[in-house]
């Protein structure tokens, strides 16, 4: 069974602060990660993905996540938000099957 | 270059009604998925269709959720007999190719159930 897990609910930062969501996975074989951003009543957009090669891999709006095989994890980190940062994060996970299993959602709250 | 669309935004319903949801995936995408999304279950998988045909049912939704995908750049979600529990936002999203890389979601449509 794939299990896709976020370990925080949320977090607060500062406008400037960095920040790191973790996002931590359970699966054997080849697959996909992604980091997907929803705002409040929109739909989720797709930031990046990772397949293979590189395992730090960039973003748009200066996002990165860089994936690690030993700890099953593809965190994303951005050095410098944005109060427009603010929004929910999911983490998601595709094995090649086309089965995509997301987790529970990182609320990133970022204050003035 | 149009995104995915749904329709209506917001509907109220009343329990026992039933409700049609409506979705036009992104020009040429191949796979189309609805999801339930609340608070406390997260992202659920409702359906999903790849070229047309329904590939995953969502298994507890069978009972009364059904989603079809009458051409390639149209799907409905009906819901029959609506309950109270329904009340959600409903997404509905497409990808591309085959091997699900990236999902294009639409707005959604937020459901309430009275």
């Known amino acids: 069974t794939q299990t896709v897990s976020q370990s925080d609910a949320h977090v607060t930062v500062f406008e400037g602060d960095s920040v790191e969501l973790r996002c931590n996975y359970s699966y054997g074989g080849s697959i996909y990660l992604s980091w997907y951003i929803q705002h409040h009543g929109r739909g989720l957009q797709f930031l990046l993905k990772y397949y293979s090669g590189n395992p730090v891999v960039q973003g748009v709006n200066g996002f990165e996540a860089e994936f690690s095989k030993s700890d099953s994890s593809f965190h994303l980190r951005k050095a410098s938000v944005h109060w427009s940062d603010s929004a929910v994060y999911f983490c998601a996970v595709s094995p090649n099957n086309n089965r995509i299993f997301f987790g529970d959602g990182t609320q990133l709250v970022v204050k003035p | 270059d149009a995104g995915v669309t749904q329709t209506p935004r917001h509907e109220v319903a009343e329990k026992g009604q039933t409700i049609i949801l409506k979705c036009e995936p992104v020009s040429g995408h191949n796979d189309l998925f609805w999801y339930r999304q609340t608070k406390i279950q997260g992202l659920e998988l409702l359906s999903y269709?790849?070229?047309?045909?329904?590939?995953?049912d969502g298994g507890a939704f069978k009972d009364r959720f059904k989603a079809e995908m009458l051409n390639s750049s149209f799907s409905t979600l009906k819901i029959q007999p609506t309950e109270p529990k329904d009340s959600a936002v409903y997404l509905c999203?497409?990808?591309?190719?085959?091997?699900?890389?990236?999902?294009?979601f639409g707005s959604g449509t937020r459901l309430t159930v009275l």
């Open positions: 999203a497409s990808s591309l190719t085959a091997s699900a890389e990236t999902l294009y």
């Open positions: 269709f790849r070229s047309k045909s329904l590939m995953e």
